[in-house]
């Protein structure tokens, strides 16, 4: 019984410890990084924030292209209207509202339109850095030896030598040369079986 307990407690001692060192987790070593520097500066970045600035610039401009128009038929048509005085507007009228109304929603329905293809677009261009970015994270990690990364504009203070910025950026410039900045069309919902 003796011997039992012995060899018992002799494997005991040789298991735990194994435990013990199995369940210990590393020492961090942590970096940190600007990723508004990196989205901001990586080069393909810089030329998609151009290009879906024009984006935008490009509806607002048709939407004032839509609306000074618009604005005009809305106040000549008033104009119209307050000098029947209360009376019922004519045939002639009436169609010219019409007429308005259906420019009116028109232009409301293409600038939605446009509106949509621009978010689109932008999240697109979000996408393809967030798709290629990872593995920058991963890259840069490995090379210099860290097991936690930490955005900067969440630390309270780093020292200098813990950015690794640039060599994200350095990488993210390499595995995203180019990022296209119109989303691709999605597919219409499919009438089969009906």
Not at 111 to 139: E, W
Not at 155 to 169: F, H, N
Not at 181 to 191: K, L, V, W
Request: aromatic letters at 2%; glycine letters at 4%.
């Amino acid at each position: 019984m003796k011997n039992i307990l012995a060899c018992a407690a002799l494997a005991v001692s040789f298991v735990a410890p194994a435990a013990v060192q199995a369940q210990a987790l590393p020492a961090p070593v942590i970096a940190v990084v600007d990723l508004e520097r990196v989205t901001g500066q990586c080069n393909a970045c810089k030329v998609a924030a151009a290009t879906l600035r024009s984006q935008v610039n490009a509806v607002q401009a048709r939407e004032k292209t839509l609306g000074a128009p618009l604005q005009a038929e809305q106040k000549a048509i008033q104009a119209a209207i307050d000098a029947l005085k209360g009376a019922a507007p004519d045939s002639a009228l009436q169609a010219r509202i019409r007429a308005f109304q259906t420019k009116q929603q028109s232009g409301a329905d293409e600038l939605s339109r446009q509106q949509q293809q621009f978010k689109n677009n932008q999240a697109y261009v979000q996408k393809q850095i967030q798709d290629k970015i990872g593995p920058v994270y991963t890259q840069t990690m490995q090379k210099r030896g860290a097991n936690v990364l930490l955005e900067v504009s969440s630390t309270l203070a780093a020292a200098g030598s813990l950015d690794v910025t640039a060599d994200v950026l350095a990488g993210l410039n390499a595995a995203l040369p180019s990022i296209a900045t119109t989303a691709p069309a999605t597919a219409a919902p499919s009438t089969q079986g009906r």
